[in-house]
């Protein structure tokens, strides 16, 4: 650590605008904290890196909460050494990987990804929007074939189902991330949690709400989008209410379902709906389908 911490040093006076990044772990190892103690005063960001997915459906879309736990404690790591070392700046979080990977074992690094996965990914998309004050940076790993949204041959280039949450957030995601508050049914993690290549313990960060929501509004105050993940297995209505602001009258949605038939090279595929809400004052009512990644783009009055 000693050695690391000079290296930091010289590669800051090299270079005053390099950003250094600690190489953490999970986020609540004991690495992370011998890590953390020893570069906080150093580095820019600290590292974290968790996989999720099972073949069991409501481990794979809940397991990606055990992001929540990695942001929650590396956070907790750094500002413990923050406030016992007297730091006036400390870093913040880069989850530097993740995604739903357990299916190939073979050294293929290769993912038919499913709607469930898409659900998957959708969620980990609202933690980090949740979480953005500490989060400054999120990879997906990866981007072409290995592990990936998008699938290549030499003859034609194809999206899986997890491309549309990243499309749909990259296209509607605004300024500043807002808190949200879901009122609504939960679920409780399954018990016992299933055998899978990822032993990530769920159930006291349970229950878990059915429908996953984050928001982030514009540096004017005059627009929203909220991403809302119906992780049911039937269809939820559900009412929106702004505090504070009151909707524009039409509400543009789209949410994405997933495809009966499979798309190019035998890969599941999705629907996708745009449509319209009819919003009243600082509400509106959307019905999400089973198992949907839903996003409402709205302008907002004061």
Not at 28 to 45: N, P
Not at 139 to 156: D, F, H
Not at 192 to 215: E, K, M, N, Q, T
Not at 276 to 283: D, L, M
Request: charged share 20%; aromatic share 8%.
């Amino acid at each position: 650590m000693r050695e690391a911490s000079r290296w930091a040093r010289a590669i800051k006076l090299l270079d005053p605008d390099a950003k250094l990044v600690s190489c953490g772990l999970s986020g609540w190892d004991d690495w992370d904290r011998e890590v953390i103690d020893g570069m906080a005063g150093l580095v820019d960001l600290h590292s974290v890196h968790i996989y999720t997915g099972s073949d069991d459906y409501w481990t794979n879309v809940l397991q990606v909460h055990q992001a929540e736990r990695a942001i929650a404690c590396s956070t907790a790591l750094i500002q413990r050494a923050a406030y016992v070392q007297k730091l006036d700046r400390w870093p913040r979080i880069a989850y530097d990987e993740w995604n739903v990977w357990f299916r190939t074992r073979d050294g293929t690094l290769e993912e038919h990804y499913s709607m469930a996965d898409a659900l998957a990914v959708a969620t980990y998309l609202n933690i980090f929007v949740r979480n953005c004050a500490w989060v400054q940076m999120a990879n997906l790993a990866q981007l072409v074939n290995a592990i990936a949204p998008v699938v290549t041959t030499p003859e034609v280039a194809v999206v899986q189902p997890i491309y549309y949450p990243l499309l749909m957030h990259s296209q509607a995601a605004l300024d500043l991330a807002v808190d949200v508050h879901v009122d609504g049914p939960t679920v409780a993690a399954p018990d016992p949690p299933p055998v899978g290549r990822w032993a990530h313990r769920l159930g006291d960060l349970g229950p878990f709400d059915i429908v996953d929501a984050s928001a982030t509004v514009d540096l004017a105050d005059q627009k929203v989008a909220v991403t809302l993940v119906n992780r049911s297995e039937s269809q939820e209505k559900t009412e929106i209410q702004l505090r504070g602001h009151l909707f524009g009258a039409v509400v543009r949605a789209r949410t994405i379902t997933s495809a009966p038939k499979p798309g190019p090279l035998g890969l599941d595929a999705v629907n996708m709906e745009d449509f319209t809400v009819t919003a009243h004052g600082n509400a509106l009512v959307v019905d999400l389908p089973a198992k949907s990644f839903t996003l409402l783009e709205a302008r907002m009055d004061s």
